[in-house]
């Protein structure tokens, strides 16, 4: 909501909004472009206004329902993305994980070409008349399927938002009929089997490693900060290239990114050039040296989303200890993948769990906890706000301090480095 409220200041409307009081990260871009929000207030819709209604609130709630009673066009989140895509070159990115990171490594693939952008940490900007739109575009509850996108770009299918989908194959059933909406072609990662598993009659190009993909990364060598490899394409070699970070997720995601550059026939050089410049998005591996240690703050809040970036970190830092802090957030998910989270945790040389976030009540999960996952740690204990005092032992040895979560874990980086300053 933050970035599309970002996208409607940038194509010059009048934009405001409101959330809860509680501060988020989202919000830098809305007080960045000075667009104002507060409170929830019911006495701040008026009659002159056109609501987007954000997918965490339903018809019961004091403003939607003022916006009702004053006949006010209402769009959900997802239509009014629609309504601003739909004259595009539409890119969408979809999958259960490594969207976010995608999108971001697209727009600014794109950015010489003129493209606008919405990216789910909170980033968003438009200009008319820009050619290219990357979206990310989130499959739960199925609001993807409101998108009419010219590429679709699917990085991997697995079972999440257990509080939504049945089972596997309810999200492949959502995956497959989006897939059939893509326009011009679909892009997606071969390594993924559940990937292959989808049916289309639209023009598909596979990537990844695997020798079986149109679109094939090899001779990969990378340094602590690097990675140098070559993609093929249809068995012929299509650029070389020197990517600016480390780990086979990442290199993945970026596989996704220059299919779309090959499929549009953009310049090569120019692609190059914008690939070495890629960043980081914002809680995605973000890096910190913090006296001799380093902390990795990052989003990963499914089990393989920790998996790979324990072992991104334990590649690129082979001789470090690796600390992981995690706080789950929904209870459905922890009941769901209590087990696939402590064998991802158990990567990393020690772990920490925190107590469940939670941001709305969840009903039929009262006995689930972070001690589903904590018994099954092979060196992890509880850890609370209250108890940052159990890393101090990490205060000055070297380590690597991955702190994971969708929410606030930031809240427990910010206390160890305030008792380990001192």
Do not use: W
């Not at 993305?81 to 490594?105: D, R, W, Y």
């Not at 003129?114 to 609001?143: P, Q, S, W």
């Not at 070699?237 to 026939?265: A, K, Q, S, W």
């Amino acid at each position: 909501m933050s970035a599309l409220a970002q996208i409607m200041h940038d194509l010059g409307y009048n934009v405001t909004g409101s959330d809860k009081p509680d501060h988020f990260f989202t919000e830098a871009g809305l007080i960045e472009k000075g667009i104002p929000f507060h409170e929830f207030n019911p006495n701040m819709i008026t009659k002159d206004m056109i609501i987007v209604q954000g997918n965490a609130f339903n018809d019961e709630h004091p403003e939607v329902k003022k916006a009702h009673e004053l006949g006010l066009k209402i769009f959900t989140y997802q239509e009014m993305i629609a309504e601003i895509t739909n004259n595009t070159k539409l890119v969408a990115v979809c999958g259960c994980h490594g969207k976010t990171t995608t999108t971001t490594m697209l727009k600014t693939v794109l950015e010489p070409f003129g493209v606008n952008y919405l990216i789910g940490d909170g980033t968003g900007y438009a200009k008319r008349g820009n050619e290219y739109f990357a979206l990310e575009a989130c499959e739960y509850k199925r609001h993807f399927l409101a998108y009419n996108p010219y590429y679709t770009i699917v990085t991997n299918i697995e079972l999440d938002h257990t509080d939504y989908y049945k089972d596997l194959d309810d999200v492949m059933d959502a995956f497959n009929e989006f897939v059939s909406k893509a326009r011009k072609a679909v892009i997606m990662c071969g390594d993924d089997e559940n990937n292959r598993r989808i049916k289309t009659d639209k023009k598909v190009l596979y990537y990844g490693f695997n020798e079986d993909n149109d679109v094939v990364v090899k001779n990969i060598t990378h340094d602590e900060e690097t990675t140098k490899a070559d993609v093929y394409i249809n068995g012929e070699l299509y650029d070389t290239y020197t990517f600016p970070f480390v780990g086979d997720h990442l290199l993945l995601n970026v596989l996704g990114v220059i299919t779309v550059c090959y499929l549009e026939n953009l310049p090569k050089d120019t692609v190059r050039k914008q690939v070495s410049i890629i960043e980081h998005a914002k809680r995605r591996f973000i890096e910190e040296k913090f006296r001799n240690n380093i902390i990795i703050d990052d989003y990963a809040h499914h089990p393989t989303e920790v998996k790979v970036t324990i072992e991104a970190a334990r590649k690129k830092y082979p001789d470090r200890e690796i600390v992981a802090l995690f706080k789950a957030h929904t209870r459905s998910r922890v009941q769901y993948f209590h087990k696939e989270f402590a064998d991802a945790l158990n990567l990393a040389d020690k772990a920490f769990v925190l107590d469940i976030g939670e941001d709305r009540k969840e009903l039929g999960y009262d006995g689930v906890s972070c001690m589903d996952i904590i018994k099954d740690l092979k060196n992890g204990e509880y850890i609370s706000l209250e108890e940052v005092d159990k890393l101090l032992p990490y205060k000055d040895t070297n380590a690597v301090l991955l702190f994971m979560s969708s929410k606030d874990i930031y809240v427990l980086e910010n206390k160890y480095k305030e008792i380990a300053s001192k």
